[in-house]
């Protein structure tokens, strides 16, 4: 009987309980794509999918609309069954009651995600317009708004006469973060720089209820037109959230634009910004900063368990990418003892190991200098008569007993 | 202390010479005797320099520039290229061949009778060769940050006012009008009460990744470069580049810390004190051997109340340089002559008889040699210098732990946390022994 009682408390406490350990609640995504014949919809569409589920936070599908000249009135995807709808499409005009309904979902709060070649879709389209902000080419020019670029630290709306929408040659470009407190912005480098792409410049829109958050410089010696370009944009649309970004051309899965660790992450923080208005993810160690871009090869962000199964191996001249990790989990640890002990145990582990260099071990060492415990001396004592290491030790063990 | 040191200096050499101990070339060229206008050799500085590079060839040039000031007679570096040079350009001041050459600082100190050292080193050898120096009894005109530690600080500010000696940091911008006019108007109340203060430093730059390990060139004693540091492999990264490195170095934001923060604490009264509370974030590398913060924004609270942000110059509205601002308004000064406010008005304020002038300084070796000649403080004395760059370090620390830092500036502790505590300091590596208090 107490039993039954007992157990039925326990079901009850963990129902009670679940929702607080809930992780932030999935969004459901349609990546829309196809026709357009200047880019690799095939290749970026599923990088899309791969960056967005990535996270957790997304589970998408990708719909892949009629080929050009096909029935276009067969293209009716239902809108409202979704959190956030990303287009990677440049063609043909959808039907009315598409675009309606794609209006009425940004209308009532739907997040967009307009990625790379959408800046170009739907020049005709005022709603359309009016959502992404800015756009360029198909005969866009002065009729369709303002240019809107950073010159040196000033935004400026240029209405001058002239064509929409170029690019120069595809490049390395450093981005320049110009809105902080945004959530998708909040804690970026303020300069990071970004693997080859094509740089869009010379946009114009209506850039309404618009924020350029972030833009980059288009280097006149690429082609460019020697002003900060926008390449990451948020606007606001009735109560729907859109995220602009212009990054991303991929010839193919390889590119080295898609698998930027910038734009890896503004995407996906900007996908959790339109979808729900908050950014819950943190930036990652591996954000590119001024010194130079980053490529995920996988397009995964690194884990404490990936990091400590190769920190050991590790061939600096090839990459110091686990260390780098290893010391920005333990400035995200703020102090905190219990990550600081776990982080430890695990670097205690290395210098423990016979297969570890002695280059991992003396950049643990420095690091356990300051951030360890009682726990690691043992450890780094029994290093001491390593001819090779007596100096690191030294130092730990000097820093550490003071 | 004022009119001793000339004759001090005078005596000394003059017993050491009298009582035969070295025996060293004529120091005095013949070639500048009896030429006309020209101070007389005997009262000219004689001066050696330790660490002929990039920085510490621009101080010599500055020195020499002066006409007949001052005496270089003896030159140091690690790397026999740098000591080539500056032979070449001692030799060619004095129109002689009788510049001396070392590449052992200890031999240096034990050997030449010098009034005064010019010092320009990477920051991880200042603890030693600076307190090295002042034990000497040597005046100094030494390069900014004046440590890579906390702990070294301490130890050089205890060394040079035990000693006595004469101290000029290499912080110029002191004896820049505009900059000395900006922090004679706040600290005269020309913008009201401050209650905030923004430093703007540079940027960081490129990273190059982790460059293959070389053979050391000929020229270079890399063990000696290293000293105090931790042995690493020669990968090419030395001269110059050794300020992203941050066995070595904090990057550009101690690099700078000890021009702008300084300027700050000038105007606002915070010379001889430092912050109580420090936190705030670093943006840093995820690739390569450079490693040292490429941004940086960190906020500091004084015991009185006023907030010190430190950012690179990107994140501030007015970028490099230092913005003051109080209840009336703000004054912002940076290089290439800046000096702008909320007001122009409050630019052409005048500051009364009886208001604070702050140490005026046309020339900043200049002020050494006079203040040298004087015994009285230069316009950039240690303590000051030292402060400057605490703050700096004390971003540092709060960047490196994540954690809001409660700093004591009276003890100069940090307070209950033990882990930061530890980076106030960074060991010496063997023979190299640390200086103490």
Redo the contacts between chains.
């Keep these: 009987m107490y039993r039954k009682f007992y157990i039925l408390l326990l079901a009850s406490l963990l129902v009670a309980f679940l929702p607080s350990c809930k992780k932030s609640p999935v969004s459901k995504t349609l990546i829309i794509t196809g026709q357009d014949d200047s880019h690799n919809w095939k290749a970026s569409s599923s990088q899309l999918k791969l960056i967005l589920d990535g996270t957790d936070l997304f589970s998408s599908e990708i719909m892949v609309t009629p080929e050009k000249g096909g029935d276009m009135q067969t293209f009716t995807p239902d809108f409202s069954k979704y959190d956030l709808i990303v287009l990677d499409y440049c063609g043909e005009d959808w039907p009315d009651e598409t675009k309606t309904g794609f209006e009425d979902y940004v209308r009532n709060g739907g997040g967009v995600v307009i990625f790379h070649s959408s800046s170009i879709a739907f020049p005709d389209w005022k709603e359309y317009n009016e959502m992404t902000g800015l756009g360029g080419w198909n005969g866009r020019n002065e009729k369709d708004g303002p240019y809107v670029y950073y010159t040196w630290n000033k935004l400026v709306i240029d209405t001058t006469q002239g064509i929409a929408g170029s690019h120069g040659e595809q490049h390395e470009f450093e981005i320049r973060t110009r809105i902080s407190d945004h959530p998708v912005t909040k804690d970026l480098p303020v300069r990071w720089m970004h693997g080859s792409d094509e740089l869009y410049q010379q946009l114009r829109g209506p850039a309404k209820n618009m924020q350029v958050l972030a833009t980059a410089f288009a280097d006149t010696a690429f082609g460019g037109t020697g002003r900060h370009e926008p390449v990451l944009i948020a606007v606001n649309y009735y109560k729907g959230r859109i995220f602009h970004t212009t990054l991303g051309h991929a010839e193919d899965e390889n590119s080295p634009a898609m698998h930027c660790t910038g734009f890896i992450v503004t995407l996906q923080r900007g996908a959790e910004w339109a979808a729900t208005g908050n950014v819950t993810q943190k930036v990652p160690a591996d954000f590119p900063t001024a010194a130079g871009a980053v490529q995920r090869t996988d397009l995964k962000e690194m884990t404490l368990a990936k990091a400590f199964e190769n920190i050991g191996s590790y061939d600096i001249e090839k990459s110091t990418k686990y260390f780098t990790f290893l010391r920005d989990q333990i400035r995200k640890a703020e102090g905190d003892e219990k990550i600081l002990v776990k982080l430890e145990k695990k670097m205690v582990d290395v210098l423990k190991d016979p297969n570890a260099t002695n280059e991992a071990k003396k950049l643990i060492l420095r690091e356990l200098s300051w951030m360890g415990s009682n726990y690691c001396m043992p450890v780094i004592k029994s290093l001491e008569s390593d001819p090779e290491l007596a100096d690191d030790v030294e130092f730990a063990l000097n820093r550490l007993q003071k | 202390m004022t009119k001793k040191t000339s004759r001090r200096v005078f005596i000394r050499r003059s017993a050491a010479a009298a009582a035969g101990v070295f025996i060293l070339p004529e120091i005095i060229p013949a070639s500048a005797i009896g030429m006309g206008g020209k101070r007389a050799p005997g009262e000219r500085i004689v001066m050696g320099a330790i660490g002929t590079g990039s920085q510490g060839m621009s101080n010599m040039r500055d020195f020499l520039d002066l006409k007949d000031a001052v005496q270089f007679v003896a030159v140091c570096d690690v790397d026999t290229r740098h000591l080539e040079e500056a032979k070449k350009t001692v030799d060619t001041a004095n129109k002689n061949n009788d510049c001396r050459t070392y590449g052992d600082f200890r031999e240096f100190l034990e050997k030449e009778s010098l009034d005064a050292v010019s010092i320009a080193l990477p920051d991880h050898w200042h603890g030693i060769i600076y307190t090295e120096a002042a034990n000497k009894k040597l005046h100094v005109y030494g390069e900014k940050p004046i440590c890579r530690t906390i702990k070294d600080g301490q130890a050089i500010v205890a060394a040079v006012k035990k000693n006595n000696i004469i101290w000029q940091t290499g912080s110029w911008q002191r004896s820049q009008a505009h900059f000395r006019r900006g922090a004679e108007l706040v600290i005269n109340g020309r913008a009201g009460e401050i209650t905030y203060i923004e430093v703007g430093l540079p940027?960081?730059?490129?990273?190059i990744?982790?460059?293959?390990v070389i053979e050391v060139p000929p020229e270079l004693n890399w063990e000696m470069w290293l000293g105090p540091a931790?042995?690493v492999p020669y990968r090419g990264v030395c001269h110059w580049d050794w300020r992203w490195i941050l066995d070595y170095s904090g990057g550009q934001l101690t690099d700078w810390a000890g021009h702008h923060v300084d300027i700050a604490n000038w105007g606002a009264g915070l010379e001889h004190t430092g912050p109580v509370e420090i936190s705030g974030?670093?943006?840093?590398?995820?690739?390569?051997?450079?490693?040292v913060p490429?941004?940086y924004d960190f906020i500091c609270r004084y015991a009185n109340g006023i907030e010190m942000r430190v950012a690179?110059a990107?994140?501030l509205k007015h970028g490099m340089g230092t913005t003051w601002y109080g209840d009336k308004g703000w004054i912002h000064t940076d290089r290439g002559n800046i000096l702008t406010a909320s007001d122009p008005k409050i630019l052409e304020e005048v500051i009364g008889d009886e208001e604070i002038h702050l140490y005026k300084s046309e020339n900043h070796w200049q002020n050494f040699v006079d203040s040298v000649r004087s015994g009285s403080q230069a316009i950039a004395p240690i303590e000051q210098a030292y402060r400057a760059i605490s703050v700096g370090l004390l971003g540092e620390i709060a960047?490196?732990?994540?954690?809001t830092i409660y700093w004591d500036p009276e003890k100069e502790e940090i307070i209950d946390?033990p882990?930061?505590?530890?980076?106030l300091?960074?060991?010496y590596?063997?023979p190299w022994i640390q200086p103490n208090i």
Excluded: C, F, H, W
Excluded at chain 2, 203 to 207: A, I, S, Y
Excluded at chain 2, 399 to 403: A, F, I, K, N, V
Excluded at chain 2, 419 to 423: E, K, N, T
């Design positions: 940027d960081g730059g490129r990273g990744g982790t460059p293959p931790l042995k974030k670093g943006v840093y590398p995820p690739e390569g051997i450079y490693d490429v941004e690179n990107s994140r960047m490196t732990t994540g954690q946390n882990r930061a505590s530890r980076l300091n960074r060991p590596r063997k």
